[in-house]
Every structure is written in structure tokens, then in C-alpha cells.
């Protein structure tokens, strides 16, 4: 089955300044990889998305990059605000015939300092 | 519209009682999954139903048993539960939704479990 690494488990960083969060994956028939934040007591939320026709995504301050060829994603958040500061997970989709089963990271602790 | 609904919201049981968990979605999502969501270890898939009428196995499906009950419905149930089951359980959806992707899954707001 599919496995998610995720890197750095946890990241402080002051506001302001970029973060970036990597993921890499096992399986190369995933094809779709979403970033999911999760703040504190609350569900986890999609934020973007990459499809693996796509080598780069952007949504404001964040964006996400794929490397197929190394099995890696990642988030890049710019202008970091206080509010950013959240969990986020990495996830790859292994898709067998009609069923959409997402594997997740472990997660990276995000901290933004005023 | 109330997207993917769980009850309870917490819950303390003791060990060897049991209880199900409910979920229902009123986005017309063809597939739900249960995960359970434990500090340090990310989200893991209990269970799945790719579809009303199937249901498959995830990553740590021991200790539970699950029911599609019907296209909006997806109850996860603990038989005899354990301190290793004390965790924050999500129920999730996934399908054709209006303004979004197939593959994203919408997520409940959990239920936090502690067995004593």
C-alpha cells in the first residue's frame, strides 16, 4: 500500500517569513495529492490540491509543487501570519477501480511567531 | 446544508462497554470513511465504503466494526472497547459535489473517545 512520509514534524517560524513543508510517497500510481490544515480542535480542512498532470499550483500565498519522477510534494506558505499556524497534513490517493482512499502524513506542527 | 455531522461529540466509556459512533452527509457523496486521529500519528483510515452496500478495511480496522446504513449513513461501532481506542474519530465523505473536486473528502467535526 501507499506511505507518506512528511517533513519537518514540527516548524516554528516568525511572521513573515516563508514555511515549507515536504512530503514524499511510495506508490506511482497515485495521482492526486491534497494539503489539509487543521487547527487547533477543529477538523481538517483542504487548503490546495495538486493533480499529478500539474507541476505547480498557487492560491494566494501557498502553493504546492510535485515531482513525480522523485515521488515528492510540497506546500510553500509566503508572508506567513499568525494565523497560519495550524497542523498540516500531507495525504496521496491510491485509487483501485471506484474507491478513493487517501493516505496521510503524519503531520507538521506549524508556529508562527509574531 | 449541513455537510458530514457526527454524534456524540465526546464520550467516556469503560473498558468492555461498547457504543456506536454516527455519521451521516447530506452532500450525495457516494464514499465515507472513518479515521481515528492520535497525537504524533497523523490520520489513519479505520474503515471505508467506496459505495452504499460496501464496505472494506483500512489501516487499523481491529477492535471495529462498521455499517453503511444507506447513502448518508456510515456508523462506526466499538464492541468492547479498549484504553488503546481512547482518540478523536472523524467520519469523512467524498463524491461529486457542486464546486468541488471528486476526490476531496469534507470531514465531521469528530468525536472525542476515552476509555478508562
Known amino acids: 500500500g501507499e506511505n507518506v512520509e512528511q517533513h519537518p514534524s514540527t516548524l516554528s517560524v516568525q511572521e513573515g517569513d516563508s514555511a515549507v513543508i515536504k512530503c514524499t510517497y511510495s506508490d506511482s500510481a497515485s495521482n492526486y495529492f491534497p494539503w489539509y490544515k487543521q487547527e487547533l480542535g477543529k477538523r481538517p480542512q483542504l487548503i490546495i490540491d495538486?493533480?499529478?498532470?500539474?507541476g505547480e499550483k498557487k492560491d494566494q500565498r501557498i502553493a504546492v509543487t510535485l515531482n513525480k519522477t522523485a515521488k515528492h510534494f510540497s506546500l510553500h506558505i509566503t508572508e506567513t501570519q499568525p494565523e497560519d499556524s495550524a497542523v498540516y497534513f500531507c495525504?496521496?490517493?491510491?485509487?483501485?477501480?471506484?474507491?478513493?482512499?487517501?493516505?496521510f502524513g503524519k503531520g507538521t506542527l506549524l508556529t508562527v511567531n509574531p | 446544508n449541513a455537510g458530514v455531522t457526527q454524534t456524540p461529540k465526546f464520550q467516556v466509556l469503560k473498558t468492555g462497554q461498547s457504543m456506536t459512533l454516527q455519521c451521516a452527509q447530506d452532500?450525495?457523496?457516494?464514499?465515507m470513511y472513518w479515521y481515528r486521529q492520535d497525537p504524533g500519528m497523523g490520520l489513519r483510515l479505520i474503515y471505508y465504503s467506496a459505495s452504499e452496500g460496501t464496505t472494506d478495511k483500512g489501516e487499523v480496522p481491529n477492535g471495529y466494526n462498521v455499517s453503511r446504513l444507506n447513502k448518508r449513513e456510515f456508523s462506526l461501532r466499538l464492541e468492547s472497547a479498549a484504553p488503546s481506542q481512547t482518540s478523536v474519530y472523524f467520519c469523512?465523505?467524498?463524491?461529486?459535489?457542486?464546486?468541488?473536486?471528486?476526490?476531496?473528502?469534507?470531514f465531521g467535526p469528530g468525536t472525542r473517545l476515552t476509555v478508562l
Open positions: 469523512a465523505s467524498s463524491g461529486w459535489a457542486s464546486g468541488s473536486s471528486y476526490n476531496e473528502q469534507f
Open positions: 452532500m450525495n457523496h457516494n464514499s
Open positions: 495538486i493533480r499529478s498532470n500539474v
Open positions: 495525504a496521496a490517493l491510491y485509487s483501485g477501480g471506484s474507491n478513493y482512499k487517501l493516505t
